[in-house]
């Protein structure tokens, strides 16, 4: 077992798999130097992700693009549909409005346009999330957006063995998958198996959650970072007798409905923790999708627990009030345990 964090997990994995393929192309906005240059080498994108791919597998294989998100997705496409397997870096997901053509009107649909003949192995990274002081156009979430389009995949990894995983699973993926990483985890450490990132046939399957902690009081739903703030609940709790059945969906597309519907069959309660949208998001899909299939389960309306249906604060004490919070979670928990 190896202490590593998301950054470097993501890192890790990047280099392992662009060694063991040569048809994996990296690029984006200042991937190579983007957050600055230290005894000479640049330090890889803006968050470090990338560092020493250049080095690595050289100028064609790994560069930077103009700030242009329509062409280089685009051209990632392309290359896709061609043989390629790109891995294009959109540096916030808040910019994915300037390219949202080339994802949902090309990418998402060729395979299906084509009758099935063209394929688009290609990976958008995007970061996402709140809490850092990056203001209203850098900090949204906006999974829900890209779930809606069919054709593509949503991963949402929330801890360094996911990122891992998820990401292997992402570039074996044939067609589209965003993969969105939340700013606020890269530092996030935890053990993870020396052979988890060597060993692709360790990568989790497509569109498959999991269980974090077993419980049969209630079942809380948690993507991405909202994961850590419902399971310091869920142990909080614990020590009066309250169990929780807390789940990690890890993909938002597919989503893991039979994971969650066979989890709230047990508990007959379900909690939705997002950070996302509070209209029309992940939270208040999972509810329907639970409502119209597990209805008779339910013990008591679900809860959703979400930001407000307003842009993200700049102010830091307007930020973190906006976000969902540990007692935001733990409030609705002790109502909703009352149902019997």
């Known amino acids: 077992m190896t202490q590593i964090t998301i950054q470097a997990a993501l890192n890790k994995t990047l280099h392992r798999m662009m060694h063991d393929d040569n048809t994996i192309i990296?690029?984006?906005?200042?991937?190579?130097?983007g957050s600055g240059i230290v005894d000479g080498k640049p330090l890889g994108g803006m968050f470090g992700v990338s560092a020493g791919l250049r080095d690595a597998f050289g100028p064609e294989r790994v560069f930077d693009t103009p700030i242009s998100e329509a062409s280089f997705i685009g051209m990632a496409t392309g290359a896709a549909m061609t043989g390629m397997r790109p891995?294009?870096?959109l540096m916030f997901c808040d910019f994915i409005g300037v390219c949202f053509d080339q994802i949902i009107n090309q990418a998402a649909k060729v395979r299906f346009l084509s009758g099935g003949n063209i394929a688009v192995p290609m990976v958008i990274r995007a970061t996402m999330g709140a809490g850092d002081g990056s203001a209203a156009v850098h900090s949204?979430?906006?999974a829900h957006l890209l779930t809606s389009i069919a054709g593509l995949h949503v991963a949402m990894p929330a801890t360094?063995?996911?990122?891992a995983s998820l990401l292997q699973t992402a570039i074996a993926c044939n067609d589209p998958v965003i993969f969105l990483e939340h700013k606020g985890l890269y530092d996030f450490q935890e053990d993870v198996p020396d052979n988890l990132i060597l060993a692709p046939q360790n990568s989790a399957p497509l569109g498959k959650g999991r269980i974090v902690m077993a419980g049969s009081d209630v079942t809380i739903?948690?993507?991405s970072a909202m994961l850590h703030k419902a399971e310091a609940v869920a142990h909080?709790?614990?020590k009066v007798g309250i169990t929780i059945d807390l789940i990690d969906p890890r993909w938002?597309?597919?989503l893991d409905l039979e994971l969650i519907l066979t989890s709230v069959e047990r508990t007959g309660r379900l909690i939705v923790v997002d950070e996302g949208a509070a209209h029309a998001g992940l939270a208040a899909e999972v509810i329907s999708q639970v409502c119209r299939h597990g209805f008779h389960h339910l013990k008591c309306a679900p809860v959703a627990i979400t930001p407000p249906h307003t842009p993200v604060p700049y102010g830091k004490n307007l930020e973190q009030a906006w976000l969902p919070s540990e007692d935001d979670i733990e409030a609705?928990?002790?109502i909703i345990i009352q149902h019997v």
């Open 26 to 33: 990296f690029f984006g906005e200042d991937v190579v130097g």
């Open 87 to 89: 891995i294009v870096e």
């Open 140 to 142: 949204q979430s906006l």
């Open 160 to 163: 360094p063995s996911d990122a």
């Open 221 to 223: 739903v948690a993507f």
């Open 236 to 238: 909080k709790v614990a």
């Open 252 to 254: 938002a597309a597919p």
């Open 332 to 334: 609705q928990l002790h």
